[in-house]
Each structure stands twice: as structure tokens, then as C-alpha cells.
């Protein structure tokens, strides 16, 4: 890497990237998974049951993740994990699946969700593709400023959010109309595949909690402000998940939960604006809706500004066109990056199939986690004197638990969704045909290491 380069700017304070790590993980997952869950398991107790070992799960992996960011605190997140413990080739892997669908697919998925949140506020006949595609271009020009101004307004987001959410759970939990028998209605156990497909739905709504380390080279103060920031931001977001699902379960009675808006009752409301109803009556669905479209905006501009940091990482190392490594002289990010992934996304969501897209790509994600997590151990071996300002509580419990975890997901992904796990699979595959054809034959790539 040339030193004489402009560097990025360690301009995220503790602030913007804790609200990089919740405003990220909160999407529309909580306003509709729940739904999906009841119908699975067929008691709020195991409803309940799958969000908390979907959030302990989360966790573990923040918990990984904070030791390993504090180690290498440059941008990439695991990109330069994958490439310090398990080499180049798994680095590459990484990048290339979420340059093509991990990141754009994310974007294309919120502002799409966006505009059909909005459409309930907007003039009639508004085109829901010309919002969405509205969206993305905005938030593309405010990455493309400077990372205090998609920071700034990443905080501003996340704090509106989290008010909304936490009025609905409040709201939700003091319904006069509610009851606490209806969280008490017991239900046996539904079978470990369908539990298994619960604690996945789960995973959707708690995804995001891997992003800061992305933008880690942009935080102030890495070291500690990096694992602060991810294990706070995963535990407030843990504890806003366990009041809005207990509110929705004391709102309303379980056949009102089963049977919102779901692939199973396309047409009906979602959990959210039922439970609104309880306690805002008329003005539900304009207050629900705006809610709702924040909530995607804010995960949105998250996954723009992390993401692109991603293929500027991979670029830096030579595995990538150099122009996606080039920062803008004055802002100093990476806008290249920024803006083709924007344009990517706007692709996507035009095509309409980014939903199947990013639900392919499940397995090969959950695959990069438990590969991250198993760096903790490799490198705890190799490199057992580098300095780790941060150190997972409970080693090598923690990590085991999660690589363990992640596998028997994997496992149960590939045996209840095998097209689009196999598609995952098929995505990799292309990237190590690239990079046998592409990058190895070149006889070698500048790596930038980081010094012990």
C-alpha cells in the first residue's frame, strides 16, 4: 500500500458508531418476523424462546468480532479478518459475495421496503420504483460528502428509531385491551427444523451487528471504541427486541398474531400496525408507516457507509480495480466504491429480485461468520503476544459456541432451503474462478499487512 495516499478520517466518534451498530440491526424485521415465528412454533414461549437464541447467538459473534476489530482496526472488517487467519484466497471469498449481493442487495431491499412503507402517506399513483430509486441516490450523495456527515446522520436516524420503536413496545406493554394470559398460552416444542427456521427469521431482524468493523478504520479511537460500541449496541438492541416482542404477545391474543401480514396472509396488516391500533386508533397507519420507512432509511445509510469500505479494503491489497481503492482528496472516502455500489443496488432493486438474491446469500454469510470466529482461535495461536486491547470474555467458550452454532445453521439452512443455500454456494465458486483466473496467475498481489 503507498503510505503517500490520502487516508481515510477517523471522523465516528463513540456515539455515531454505536448508532452504526443499532441502526443497522434494526431494520423491518421486528415490525414483521414475529408473525412468521408464531406461525412456526405455535406459543409466544418459543416465539420468545427463538429471539433470545438468535440474540445470545448475536452476541457471541459481537463479542468475536470485538476482539478481532480491536486487533485490526482498518477498514474491511472481515475482509482483513478472513485475510489475516485464513489467507487471501478466503479474504477475496468474503469481498467478492458482499460486493454482488451482500451490501447492494441490503440497499436495494431497504429502499424498496422504504417506498412501500411510504405508499400509505404518498399521493396515489406515486411510482414505488422512483421512490425507492429517489432513496438510494440520496443516501449515495451523503456518503460520497465526508463519514462525519453519513455518521451524523446515521446518530440523528437511530435516535428517532429507537424513540418510535420504543413508544410502540411501551404503548404495546400498557394496551388497556391487553393481557399478560396471552404471553402465558403454552404450546409444545416445534420441532428442531422448525425452531431451527424460527431462530433464522430471527437472524434477519438481528443481522448487522458485523457491519461497524467495516468502517473501522473511521472510528476515533478503535480500540476501545470499537468493542464498546458493538457489544452496547448489541445488547440495547437485544433489550428492544424483548420489549416489543412481549408487547405485541400481551396486546393481542395469538390467533391475531399468527395471522398478520406474512407470506401465509399476504393482505393483512403487519404485527405492528395491529398492535398500534390498540392504543393510537385512527392515526395507526400514517404514524406506523413513517416509523417503519425510518427505521429502513437508518439501515440503509448503515449499510451504505460500511459496506463500501469493503471493496476499497480488498482494492487496497491489489484483488480488486484500483479505482475502487481511491479516495476523494478532500472528504477523504472512498466515492468510487460508494457510488458504484449504489448504482448496483439501483440495478437490483429495479430487477425485483433482490429479496431472492439476499436470501441465497444466507449460507455463504453465516459461512464467513463462523470462519471469522474461528480466526479468533487461529490467531490466539499464531500470534499469542500481539496486543488485543479487547479479549473475548469466556475464550474459547464464546467463540466455540458460536462457530458451533453457525454450523448446525448452516446445516439446517442447506437441508430446508437448498436452492437458494446451493445458489450461495454457486456465488463462491464464481469468485474462486475469478481469483484462480484473475489474480493468482498475476504471480502475486501487494498485501498490506498490519504489523505485529
Known amino acids: 500500500m503507498d503510505d503517500n495516499r490520502p487516508q481515510l478520517i477517523r471522523g465516528l466518534g463513540p456515539w455515531q458508531a454505536a448508532s452504526l ?16 415465528m408464531a406461525q412456526l412454533g405455535g406459543s409466544p414461549a418459543w416465539v420468545l424462546a427463538a429471539w433470545g437464541v438468535a440474540g445470545l447467538l448475536s452476541l457471541a459473534g ?79 450523495v451523503i456518503n460520497c460528502l465526508n463519514v462525519r456527515a453519513g455518521g451524523g446522520v446515521q446518530a440523528a436516524l437511530t435516535a428517532l428509531k429507537v424513540v418510535l420503536i420504543a413508544a410502540l413496545a411501551i ?52 480500540s476501545k471504541n470499537l468493542p464498546r460500541a458493538l457489544i452496547g449496541g448489541s445488547l440495547a438492541v437485544f433489550a428492544i427486541y424483548a420489549a416489543v416482542n412481549l408487547g405485541y404477545f400481551h396486546a393481542l391474543p395469538f390467533s391475531e398474531v399468527i395471522t398478520s401480514s406474512s407470506t401465509k396472509f399476504p393482505n393483512a396488516p403487519p404485527i405492528a400496525a ?31 457507509l460500511t ?87 469466556g475464550f474459547p467458550f464464546v467463540p466455540l459456541m458460536f462457530v458451533l452454532l453457525a454450523s448446525l445453521l448452516l446445516v439446517n439452512t442447506l437441508v430446508t432451503a437448498p436452492r437458494e443455500s446451493l445458489f450461495g454456494v454457486g456465488m463462491m465458486a464464481l469468485g474462486a474462478v475469478v481469483y484462480v483466473v484473475f489474480i493468482r496467475r498475476r504471480g502475486g498481489s501487494r498485501i498490506r499487512r498490519v504489523s505485529p
Open 307 to 393: 459496506g463500501a469500505r469493503v471493496p476499497y479494503a480488498v482494492a487496497s491489497d491489489g484483488l480488486a480495480p484500483k479505482a475502487l481503492a481511491r479516495l476523494s482528496l478532500g472528504a477523504r472516502v472512498p466515492r468510487t466504491a460508494v457510488i458504484v455500489q449504489g448504482a448496483w443496488a439501483s440495478v437490483l432493486a429495479l430487477s425485483g429480485r433482490f429479496d431472492q438474491l439476499t436470501d441465497a446469500v444466507v449460507f455463504a454469510s453465516w459461512l464467513f461468520y463462523a470462519l471469522n470466529a474461528g480466526s479468533v482461535l487461529l490467531l490466539r495461536r499464531r500470534l499469542p503476544d500481539r496486543p488485543r486491547p479487547f479479549r473475548v470474555p
Open 21 to 36: 451498530v443499532v441502526g443497522t440491526i434494526i431494520g423491518t424485521g421486528v415490525f414483521l418476523k414475529t408473525a412468521v
Open 274 to 304: 395491529k398492535v398500534a391500533s390498540q392504543f393510537l386508533g385512527t392515526t395507526t397507519q400514517v404514524l406506523l408507516a413513517c416509523a417503519m420507512a425510518l427505521s429502513a432509511l437508518s439501515a440503509m445509510n448503515g449499510s451504505m
Open 171 to 222: 404503548g404495546a406493554l400498557a394496551a388497556p385491551s391487553g393481557s399478560w394470559d396471552n404471553v402465558r398460552q403454552g404450546g409444545g416444542f416445534p420441532g428442531a427444523s422448525a425452531f431451527g427456521l424460527m431462530v433464522l427469521a430471527a437472524l434477519w431482524a438481528y443481522d448487522g451487528w458485523n457491519n461497524l468493523p467495516m468502517a473501522a478504520g473511521e472510528v476515533r479511537d478503535p
Open 62 to 140: 459481537a463479542l468475536t468480532y470485538a476482539e478481532l476489530g480491536a486487533m485490526y482496526p482498518d477498514a474491511g472488517g472481515e475482509y482483513v479478518y478472513l485475510r489475516e487467519g485464513w489467507g487471501r484466497f478466503f479474504g477475496f471469498l468474503y469481498g467478492w459475495t458482499r460486493f454482488w449481493i451482500g451490501t447492494p442487495g441490503s440497499i436495494a431491499a431497504y429502499a424498496v421496503g422504504t417506498a412501500t412503507f411510504l405508499a400509505a402517506v404518498l399521493p396515489s399513483g406515486t411510482d414505488r420504483n422512483v421512490v425507492a430509486l429517489g432513496m438510494i441516490f440520496v443516501f449515495t
